[in-house]
């Protein structure tokens, strides 16, 4: 018989690892709750998940683009 182990999430932006806070919530609420403190992630993509040192690592892509 098989066994199902549920990974934890973990969040990245930058060098910042950002806590999962609450397994519930869906993604774009993680991101949603961390606007404002990183006003960068309303752009950012997300990549993952991938799974890193036995979490799944979820993580936020600055948008690039050009000012002026």
Do not use: N
């Amino acid at each position: 018989m098989a066994t199902v182990t549920k990974l934890e999430r973990e969040f990245v932006f930058g060098s910042h690892v950002l806590p999962d806070t609450d397994p519930a919530m869906e993604v774009e609420q993680v991101r949603e709750m961390y606007i404002t403190t990183y006003p960068e992630i309303t752009t950012a993509t997300v990549e993952g998940p991938a799974v890193v040192d036995g979490k799944m690592r979820y993580t936020f892509i600055r948008a690039i683009g050009s000012k002026g």
